[in-house]
């Protein structure tokens, strides 16, 4: 059955405020884009009422970071760092068609490249040069000791086998999900069992020093590449193709390999960002935004 077109937003706070007051550059284009072409655009707040009746509303749907509720909904989520943005049919990003994608090196003008990498360490890591320390950073999410369907092991597993190894090993913690009390008991008797292994600490700094970067998909581990560290993922995750991964190679030969581990940084950012996201800053971001809302459905 055809859909009225009307275009309803669903976020949470701060953003549904920021949005309300239209300073978020990427709904700002969306709207105008839709409205047009004849859209009415409708922010609202998201929450669990409003995600069950949302289905039996007319007209399409939007969320951030959060799972569509029906098949003429799309949600959107910034590709790590702004103006870099993805419009996707589902929330889980390690299968993304960026994920499925292949990177090819040879595609990529490597001086461009460069330039682009350089350009946003210096926008959006500033500081001084990284170096390459002894320590492996392994940045944590949530859930430790459970081990979900996109992960190879749990996140307290990937810890001791990174500590396993010998080597000095820092696991810091996510600001927004730190360990509940059982995690914390968990990680607590591996810093007691591996001496080598600490707990907590300034992750940016971290990660300015350390040898390569261990983690489920953290997007760490993506910052890490545009310091030109190596990763090692034990989980799925959208920006894997130039990571080590568990999953293939397994982590005794995934860490093994890190430290000499270079692959091509420079050209995978600049195609990971500028030639597969939507760029707002882009000359045909217009372009890609419309292509991007055909591709998930919306008559536009």
């Known amino acids: 059955m055809d ?5 309803r937003v669903y976020l949470h706070p701060p953003m549904l405020q920021t949005a309300q007051a239209g300073k978020l550059g990427f709904l700002n284009r969306m709207s105008r884009l839709l409205g047009e072409r004849g859209w009415q655009v409708i922010i609202q707040r998201s929450g669990e009422t409003a995600r ?6 007319p007209g399409h749907a939007l969320y951030h970071m959060e799972q569509p509720t029906h098949d003429r909904a799309l949600t959107f989520r910034r590709a790590y760092h702004y103006p870099f943005w993805r419009l996707e049919r589902h929330a889980e990003r390690w299968s993304w068609p960026i994920a499925r994608a292949r990177f090819d090196p040879r595609s990529v003008d490597a001086q461009a490249a ?19 320390g002894d320590h492996v950073l392994i940045p944590l999410q949530g859930r430790l000791r459970a081990c979900r369907s996109f992960q190879t092991m749990s996140p307290v597993a990937m810890v001791e086998t990174v500590a396993r190894t010998g080597r000095p090993a820092i696991a810091t913690f996510h600001p927004k999900e730190p360990p509940d009390t059982e995690d914390r008991r968990a990680l607590d008797a591996l810093a007691r069992r591996y001496p080598n292994l600490t707990l907590g600490g300034d992750t940016a700094q971290l990660l300015r020093g350390c040898a390569f970067v261990a983690t489920q998909n953290s997007a760490v581990g993506f ?16 920006f894997h193709h130039i990571a080590l991964n568990v999953a293939e190679r397994g982590a005794e030969e995934a860490l093994a390999r890190a430290d000499g581990h270079r692959p091509d940084f420079a050209g995978y950012l600049d195609w990971f960002l500028r030639r597969t996201s939507l760029d707002m800053m882009a000359p045909d971001a217009d372009d890609r935004m419309l292509a991007a809302m055909k591709k998930g459905g919306w008559p536009v």
């Open 3 to 7: 859909q009225p077109p009307i275009l």
């Open 52 to 57: 069950q009746a949302a289905p039996g509303l």
């Open 114 to 132: 460069r330039d682009f990498a350089g350009r946003l360490r210096q926008r959006v890591l500033p500081g001084p040069d990284p170096v390459r």
């Open 223 to 238: 910052d890490g590449l545009i310091l030109e560290k190596p990763l090692v993922l034990f989980g799925m995750a959208d």
